[in-house]
């Protein structure tokens, strides 16, 4: 998993409006099929 972000010049700011992009996977086959867990 690797994040990264457009890196700003002249800032002190890190930019956090960045859309990051985390992979679930999900490993429970009752999370697929309970529609409250899928929330």
Aim: net charge positive; glycine share 0%; aromatic share 10%.
């Amino acid at each position: 998993m690797v994040n990264t972000s457009n890196k700003r010049e002249n800032t002190l700011r890190p930019v956090y409006n960045q859309n990051f992009y985390f992979p679930v996977r999900l490993l429970d086959p009752r999370e697929r099929s309970n529609p409250t867990l899928k929330q």
